[in-house]
C-alpha cells in the first residue's frame, strides 16, 4: 500500500504566495522569502536579497588598506571584530607584516567574546522565533551587555568596534580590562547553565526543533556551509583547528559537533561553542604577554602586487577576504567570502514541506547577519 | 595547517588526463582552459587522495583585458586546499561553463558575480541578478563602472 | 445539600437592578482588565530582568489607559481591499460575549448578576462565539497572514471545546449542579485536589481556546506577524485586544470557581478571596506564557486530539465510577485516587503518543 | 513527546520564578545615567587650534573625507595657518582613525553624547564649533593622557548583584 501525501487526502486547494518580510519581525531586517504556501505548508521557497546591498566590495576599492577597517565593521555588525580580524590577516598575509605577541593574544581575545556576543544572539533569536517570548533572548542581550561594555572599554565603541590594525591593534587594553573579563569568565558558565535549565531539555523546544529542518552531512559539504551550520551536520571541521591562523594552535579546546544537522543540533553546537570560547579566554589571559600591541607600519601601506585569501572562523562560519593588489595604496580588489550568504543556500531543500512556523525556525537556526549577505 | 597542494604537482597529474586542460601552474594554483573547467573540477572532486568536495569561494577580477575567475577548494578529508582560476577574455559577453552541478555551494555566488561583474554561467539553473535589480544597468564591480 | 441564595435586597424593580449591576460589572470588569494589562506586562517584565511600563503614574499603572487614548486618536485604517463592514463588526462580535462570561460568574455569595441554573452550559456556549469574531476579523482584513490566523483560531477552538467541555463533566458530576453559585458551595475541598486530571486538562484547553502561550498561534508574532490582528489600528484593535484579556480574566475566573473554590477562604472577605485566586491564576497563565515556546499547528491538533481528548473521557469515565459506587465517601478519600489515576495517565499518554507529522513530501 | 514528562518546563519555570525575586538589570535613562567609556568615540570631534600645524594628515586618514582643510601655502612659526577647518558630522562614522593619524595631538573625539541636532545643517561643525568647551569634552580615544582624568566606566558587570547561586 502506497502512503498518500496530506496534499492528496486533503480537498484539492489552490497554493498561494506569500512574501514573508522584507518587514517581517523574523527576517532579522531586510529578507525577503517568497514562500508559495498550500494551506500552513510550504512548497517552495524562493530567497530574494538586496535590500541592504551597499557596494561595501566596490566602496573599499576606493579606501586606503588602514581606512577598509571601518568598512568590516560594517559586514556582519553582529560580529565586528571577527570581520577587523579577518581583514587585516588578510591584509598582513599580502603585504608581509608582523604583528607583535600581546596583539596576537589580544586579537584571540577579542575575537573569541565577539564569537560568545555574537552566540548569544544567535541562540537568543533562535529561541525567540520558536516562540519564548522574549525571554530568552532578553536573558542573552543583558550577557552580550557585558561583553559590549568591555569591547566598549577597549575601544570606545559598542557595536563598530574598529579595533583591529594592520600590524596590532589600535591601542592596548586599559589596566582595568583583565580583571573585569576575570570577573566575567567566572559567572559566565553560572548564566549558561541558567539558559540550558531554561530551555535545554523543554518538551515543546525538542518537539518543534528535533529533526526540524534536516541538513545531511554530504548537503552541508556540498553548499559550501560552514560554521555551526556544518557541524551540526557533523562535519567537524574548524578553521581554528583546521587552518590555525593568528596563534590559534596555541589552545586547548574541542570542536562541538551535532550529529542529525536538525535545528537543535545547531542551537546546541552554538551552546556548546560559547562553553569552549571561555575556555580560549581563560588560556589567553593566562598567557597574556607584555610588549608592544603595533608593530611599526607605514601609514598608507603599498602591499607588493599580488593577491592573498585568508580566512577565519567567524561565529557564523568561515569568513574570508580576497584581496587582490596592484601595488598602490588601494585594494585592487576586495572580496568578501560571506559565510551566512553561502549557508543559505540550501534554504529551500530544507524547508520544503514544512509549516510556516517551521520556517521561520529553520531561518533562525541558520543565524544570518543580513548585512553580511547583502555586502 | 590546511596544505596548499603544488599547483605543478597537481598539473602533472592532471595533464596525464586531460592534457591541453591547465595553462599555467603556479605555487598553489591553476590556470585552466575554459572549456575544460567542468572536467578538471569533476577530476578534482572525485579522485581519490584529492578529494575536493569543499568548494570555499568563487570570485571574479576584472583585470581590463581579461576577467579572472578564482575557485578556491578544499578537501575536508585531507585538509588540503587548491586554486583553479580561469580567464575570460570577452568584455562584451564573458561566457563560463557552471560548476553548481558539481559544488552547489557556487549557486548564490555564481549569481553575485553574474550580478556584479557581469560573467554569465552557462548551466546555472537560476541565472538572475541577486542583489541588484533586473534592469539595473552596467555591472558595479567592472573596473570601468564609475 | 446548597443553599439557594436570594438575591440581594435592592430598591427599585428587576430591570433596575439589572442595569445597575451591567453597568457595575463593565466598569469593573474593563478596569480589571486594564489592570491585568499593566500587571502582565510588569511581571514578565521583571522576570525578564527588566522593569516594564514605569513612567505612566506610580509603577506606570496608567500605562494601559494611556495606551487606550493612543489607540483612541490613532487613525483607523481599513484595508481597500477588505470587506468594510466585517471589518468593523468583527471587534464587537468577539468583545460582547467576553463581557457576557461574567454575567454567570460569582463574586461572593449571591453576588451575581443572574444565577442560571445551566451556568456552566452559558459559559461554554458564550465564550466560543469569540472565535466567530476572531474569524471575521482575519477573513475581513484581506491579508494572508489575518486569514492562517484566523484558520488556526478556527481550526483550535472546534479541536479544543471538546476535551474542555468533557473535562468539566466530571466537576459537574461532583457538585451535581450546573449552577456556578452551586458549584461553589459544593466545594467543601476545592475540586482542584479532587479533580486533578480535569483541571490540567481544562487549563490546557482553556489556554488553547484563549490563543495564549504556548498556543498562541492564532497571533504568533514570529511568524504570522500579528495573524488576525494585523490590519487592525485604532480603538478596532483595542477592543480585539481587550477581548483577549478580556478572555484571558474570564478564564481565571472560570477556574478559580470552578477549580479553586470560588470566593470561599478562611479570614479575609469573601471578594477579595475571589480576586486573589483570579490573580494568582492569571499570574500562572503569564509565568507560563513567559517561560515556553509555541508549539506547530499540528501538534497543536495532535495534543487536543491524541492527548487532551482520551484523558479527558478517561477522567470522566472515572469520576462517574466513584460517584457511582461511592456516593457517601467523603471527598477527601478521593484526592489520592484521583491523583494517582492522573499520574499513572500522564505518564503513559507521554510514553505512548506521537506529536504532530513532521514533515510532509511535497 | 514529553520524554522527560513535562520536568523540562518546570525547570525552565523554575528559571523565571527565579528571575522575578532578582534586581532588574536596566537603567532609567533620563533619570540615572552610566559613565561612558574612558576611550568612547562618542559625539563630534574636537579640534585644538593651537596645536593644530594644518598637515592634514586627518583629513587623508578619513575614510568617509568628512574632514574638510584649507591652509595657507607659506608656513608660519613651523605652521601653516588654517584657513577652513570644517567636519561634516553627518558623514563622520565614529571611526577614530583621524584622531590616531593626527601627528600633534589636536584632536579628539567627544566624551559626550545627547548631541543631536534638528537640521543636518547644523552637522557642518566648522573651526569655533569644533573647539574644546564645557560640554564638549574630549574623550580618552588614544589619548591616555586624557583617559587618565574622566570618572570610571559603570558595568554591568558591577552592577547585576541579584546572582544567587
Redesign the interface.
Known amino acids: 500500500m502506497t502512503t498518500k501525501t496530506t496534499r492528496e487526502i486533503t480537498l484539492p486547494t489552490e497554493p498561494f504566495a506569500v512574501n514573508i518580510g522584507p518587514a517581517h519581525p523574523s527576517t532579522h531586517g531586510v529578507f525577503r522569502m517568497l514562500t508559495t504556501l498550500d494551506g500552513e505548508v510550504i512548497l517552495n521557497m524562493e530567497p530574494i536579497f538586496g535590500y541592504l546591498h551597499r557596494g561595501i566590495e566596490k566602496l573599499a576599492e576606493e579606501r586606503t588598506y588602514g581606512g577598509c577597517v571601518p568598512l568590516t565593521d560594517r559586514l556582519d555588525y553582529l560580529a565586528s571584530m571577527s570581520n577587523n580580524l579577518a581583514y587585516v590577516l588578510a591584509v598582513e598575509k599580502l603585504a608581509g607584516i608582523a604583528v607583535p605577541e600581546r596583539a596576537e593574544y589580544i586579537r584571540v581575545i577579542m575575537a573569541e567574546l565577539q564569537r560568545i556576543a555574537s552566540h548569544l544572539i544567535a541562540v537568543g533569536a533562535f529561541l525567540n522565533d520558536c516562540g519564548a517570548f522574549m525571554t530568552p533572548i532578553l536573558y542573552m542581550l543583558r550577557e552580550r551587555e557585558k561583553i559590549l561594555d568591555l569591547f566598549d572599554m577597549v575601544c570606545g565603541q559598542r557595536l563598530t568596534y574598529n579595533y583591529m590594525r594592520v600590524g596590532g591593534v589600535s591601542q592596548d587594553i586599559p589596566e582595568e580590562f583583565a580583571p573585569a573579563l576575570k570577573k566575567f569568565l567566572k559567572e559566565m558558565p553560572g548564566w549558561i547553565n541558567e539558559y540550558e535549565w531554561l530551555l535545554k531539555e523543554n518538551e515543546i523546544l525538542l518537539a518543534r526543533a528535533k529533526g526540524v529542518g534536516i541538513l545531511t552531512r554530504e548537503m552541508a559539504i556540498n553548499i559550501s556551509a560552514s560554521g555551526p551550520v556544518l557541524r551540526a551536520s557533523g562535519v567537524e571541521w574548524d578553521i581554528r583547528r583546521a587552518d590555525p591562523y593568528s596563534i590559534y594552535d596555541r589552545f586547548e579546546f574541542d570542536i562541538p559537533t551535532g550529529k542529525a544537522g536538525d535545528c537543535y543540533d545547531r542551537y546546541r553546537v552554538r551552546v556548546e561553542e560559547m562553553r569552549q570560547s571561555l575556555r580560549i579566554l581563560e588560556q589567553a589571559l593566562k598567557d597574556l604577554p607584555g610588549g608592544e600591541v603595533r608593530s611599526e607600519v607605514p601609514h598608507l601601506i603599498r602591499p607588493p602586487a599580488g593577491e592573498a585569501y585568508s580566512h577565519i572562523e567567524a561565529p557564523r562560519g568561515e569568513l574570508g577576504f580576497y584581496l587582490v593588489s596592484d601595488g598602490s595604496i588601494a585594494p585592487y580588489r576586495f572580496h568578501v567570502r560571506a559565510p551566512t550568504l553561502i549557508n543559505l543556500t540550501a534554504l529551500n531543500d530544507m524547508m520544503r514541506g514544512w509549516k510556516v512556523a517551521d520556517l521561520i525556525l529553520i531561518f533562525g537556526s541558520i543565524d544570518i547577519c543580513l548585512a553580511e549577505v547583502d555586502r | 595547517m590546511t596544505t596548499a597542494l603544488s599547483g605543478a604537482r597537481i598539473a602533472k597529474q592532471i595533464g596525464k588526463k586531460f592534457p591541453e586542460a591547465v595553462i599555467e601552474s603556479g605555487a598553489d594554483s591553476l590556470l585552466l582552459k575554459a572549456e575544460s573547467l567542468l572536467e578538471v573540477a569533476d577530476y578534482l572532486k572525485k579522485t581519490p587522495g584529492l578529494d575536493f568536495a569543499y568548494l570555499n569561494y568563487i570570485t571574479a577580477v576584472d583585470y581590463y583585458d581579461y576577467f579572472e575567475v578564482v575557485y578556491q577548494l578544499a578537501s575536508i578529508q585531507h585538509n588540503h586546499g587548491l586554486v583553479l582560476k580561469v580567464r575570460c577574455y570577452d568584455r562584451q559577453n564573458p561566457t563560463l561553463p557552471s560548476v553548481v552541478g558539481i559544488w552547489r555551494g557556487a549557486d548564490f555566488q555564481e549569481r553575485e558575480i553574474y550580478d556584479l561583474l557581469g560573467i554569465s554561467f552557462e548551466g546555472h539553473p537560476n541565472l538572475r541578478r541577486i542583489v541588484l535589480w533586473e534592469g539595473f544597468e552596467g555591472y558595479p564591480l567592472r573596473k570601468e563602472f564609475l | 445539600m446548597a443553599t439557594q441564595f436570594l438575591p440581594p435586597d435592592w430598591p427599585g424593580n428587576f430591570w433596575a437592578h439589572w442595569a445597575v449591576f451591567t453597568v457595575i460589572i463593565l466598569v469593573f470588569l474593563l478596569l480589571t482588565v486594564m489592570a491585568f494589562i499593566w500587571f502582565e506586562r510588569r ?9 516594564g511600563p ?1 513612567r505612566a503614574g506610580p509603577f506606570g499603572i496608567f500605562q494601559p489607559a494611556a495606551d487606550a487614548l493612543k489607540l483612541l486618536i490613532k487613525e483607523d485604517v481599513v484595508p481597500a481591499a477588505g470587506d468594510k463592514v466585517v471589518h468593523w463588526l468583527a471587534p464587537v462580535v468577539a468583545f460582547v460575549p467576553v463581557m457576557m462570561v461574567f454575567a454567570v460568574v460569582p463574586f461572593q455569595g449571591g453576588a451575581l448578576l443572574a444565577d442560571l441554573n445551566v451556568g456552566v452550559l452559558y459559559i461554554v456556549a458564550i465564550s466560543s462565539l469569540t472565535a466567530v469574531g476572531i474569524f471575521m476579523a482575519g477573513w475581513s482584513s484581506n491579508n ?2 489575518s486569514l ?1 490566523g484566523a ?1 488556526r483560531q478556527v481550526a483550535s477552538v472546534v479541536s479544543y471545546e471538546i476535551p474542555v467541555v468533557l473535562s468539566l463533566i466530571g466537576v459537574i458530576l461532583l457538585a451535581g449542579s450546573l449552577s456556578l453559585q452551586q458549584i461553589v458551595q459544593a466545594q467543601e475541598i476545592p475540586f482542584i485536589l479532587v479533580q486533578p486530571l480535569g483541571f490540567l486538562l481544562f487549563f490546557c484547553g482553556a489556554l488553547a481556546e484563549i490563543n495564549r ?2 498556543f ?2 492564532t497571533e ?6 500579528a495573524g488576525f490582528l494585523t490590519e487592525y489600528s485604532g480603538m478596532k484593535f483595542g477592543l480585539l485586544f481587550l477581548a483577549e484579556y478580556g478572555e484571558a480574566l474570564a478564564i481565571s475566573a472560570i477556574v478559580t470557581t470552578l477549580f479553586l473554590g470560588g470566593w470561599r477562604g478562611p479570614l479575609l472577605p469573601d471578594w477579595l478571596w475571589f480576586l486573589l485566586k483570579v490573580g494568582a491564576v492569571f499570574f500562572f497563565i503569564v ?13 497543536l491538533m495532535a495534543l487536543a486530539w491524541k492527548f487532551l481528548f482520551p484523558l479527558a473521557l478517561i477522567n470522566l469515565l472515572v469520576t462517574a465510577v466513584e460517584i457511582l459506587v461511592w456516593p457517601d465517601v467523603s471527598l477527601w478519600l478521593l484526592v489520592p485516587v484521583n491523583f494517582a489515576v492522573m499520574i499513572v495517565l ?2 503513559l ?3 505512548l ?10 | 513527546m514529553f520524554e522527560h514528562y513535562g520536568i523540562g518546563i518546570v525547570k525552565g519555570m523554575s528559571v523565571t520564578l527565579r528571575n522575578l525575586f532578582r534586581r532588574p538589570v536596566t537603567t532609567q535613562y533620563p533619570e540615572q545615567r552610566l559613565n561612558p567609556s574612558r576611550r568612547t568615540r562618542g559625539n563630534e570631534l574636537i579640534w585644538n587650534q593651537e596645536r593644530c600645524t594644518g598637515c592634514g594628515t586627518c583629513a587623508k586618514s578619513c575614510p568617509q573625507g568628512s574632514i574638510d582643510i584649507v591652509t595657507s601655502t607659506k608656513i608660519e612659526e613651523n605652521k601653516y595657518r588654517v584657513e577652513k577647518f570644517e567636519v561634516d558630522m553627518g558623514y563622520c562614522i565614529f571611526c577614530g582613525l583621524c584622531v590616531e593619524a593626527c601627528p600633534y595631538n589636536a584632536i579628539f573625539l567627544g566624551y559626550a553624547y545627547e548631541r543631536a541636532r534638528y537640521r543636518r545643517g547644523e552637522l557642518v561643525l566648522a573651526k569655533e564649533g569644533l573647539l574644546e568647551s564645557a560640554e564638549r569634552k574630549p574623550s580618552g580615544y588614544a589619548h591616555p593622557e586624557v583617559a587618565a582624568e574622566l570618572p570610571a566606566q559603570s558595568l554591568l558587570l558591577d552592577k547585576d548583584r541579584g546572582r544567587r547561586s
Request: proline share 4%; hydrophobic share 50%.
Open positions: 511581571a514578565m517584565a521583571i522576570m525578564q530582568s527588566r522593569l514605569n494572508k497572514y492562517l484558520m502561550a504556548p498562541d498561534l504568533a508574532d514570529s511568524e504570522i506577524v509565568w507560563i506564557r513567559t517561560t515556553v515556546p509555541r508549539v506547530r499547528i499540528d501538534q500522564v505518564l499518554w507521554s510514553k503518543f506521537k506529536l504532530g507529522w513532521g514533515r510532509v513530501n511535497v
